[in-house]
């Protein structure tokens, strides 16, 4: 049993980033996930834990948070008739297959590797909230035949890689091909649902590593996962609230320079440090 000393900051640690994560996501409509891993990282590595599957731990408890977040999502936009079920039927076969092919490649990575990733995507990221405009358009439709054959496992791939549920990269590829957006955020919910479940699964499968956070299993820390899905129920509320009572959009500009200094600041620790 770890020492209350060890326990105590740690809860107070993940029940902020909780926190911090629920008001995000109801104010700015972004996925957890982007903010949890690198929070994860953050806390863990202060509170004096470290190796080289840290960034394992961080990307599978992120994972986890996500199959609750998502499930509560869908069943939200679904009552209000979003959720394009016809989208999320034909692609769920190759996210399912890209999140289980990414879940095992971030296995195999150390931390420094998964950092670099993480702080080279969530950059792409941030430029692309920064940057995009709401009439870029690729087509009219979905994609279909190879392209779609490409574009799913890919979703589910990265998506892992980050730790991140479907919005981050699904929103953006469902807008460019004309889907509204109100759409786009409700079926990139289920994406997160399908790429959560079979990632989340084989992380808790594989072995716990040395020096992990006390009640990890796999690499899925619990009690983070517990504590992060209790305070996003309390926070994402006030955060749409808020989003009701102003302007997003300069919200977003500043979140997606966040973004950037917290992507640069892990391809730092990751190739510097």
């Known amino acids: 049993m770890p020492e209350l000393s060890l326990l105590l900051p740690m809860i107070v640690l993940l ?3 909780g926190a911090f994560a629920g008001v995000l996501a109801g104010l700015l409509g972004v996925g957890g996930g982007i903010v949890l891993v690198p929070a994860l990282f953050y806390a863990f590595s202060g509170l004096g834990y470290a190796g080289d599957a840290l960034m394992q731990i961080c990307l599978a408890t992120s994972l986890a948070t996500i199959v609750v977040t998502s499930v509560r999502s869908v ?17 769920a076969p190759g996210i399912a297959i890209g999140a289980v092919i990414g879940m095992v490649t971030v296995s195999g990575l150390r931390t420094a590797t998964l950092q670099a990733i993480f702080g080279l995507l969530a950059l792409t990221i941030g430029l692309y909230m920064a940057f995009g405009r709401a009439e870029w358009r690729l087509g009219h439709e979905m994609p279909r035949g190879v392209l779609r054959a490409i574009l799913s496992p890919a979703i589910g791939f990265l998506s892992v890689l980050m730790g991140i549920g479907g919005g981050s ?12 957006i109100h ?42 996962f ?26 977003k500009r500043v ?9 640069l600041n892990m391809l730092r620790q990751a190739f510097f440090a």
Do not use: C, Q
Not at 75 to 91: E, M, P
Not at 169 to 180: K, Y
């Open 255 to 263: 979140f997606a320079v966040f973004l950037v200094v917290v992507a």
């Open 15 to 17: 029940m902020v980033i």
């Open 183 to 224: 759409n786009a955020v409700a079926t990139a919910a289920g994406f997160g649902i399908i790429i959560a479940v079979p990632a989340v699964i084989g992380f808790v499968l594989v072995g716990t590593p040395i020096g992990a956070p006390p009640w990890t299993l796999g690499v899925v820390n619990f009690p983070a």
């Open 169 to 180: 990269f699904g929103v953006p590829l469902m807008s460019l091909f004309g889907l509204a």
């Open 75 to 91: 069943l939200s936009h679904n009552k209000k008739g979003a959720v394009r079920w016809d989208i999320l039927r034909a692609w």
């Open 226 to 251: 517990g504590l992060i899905i209790a305070m996003t129920l309390i926070t994402t509320p006030y955060g749409a609230k808020l989003a009701h009572s102003m302007d997003p959009k300069p919200l």
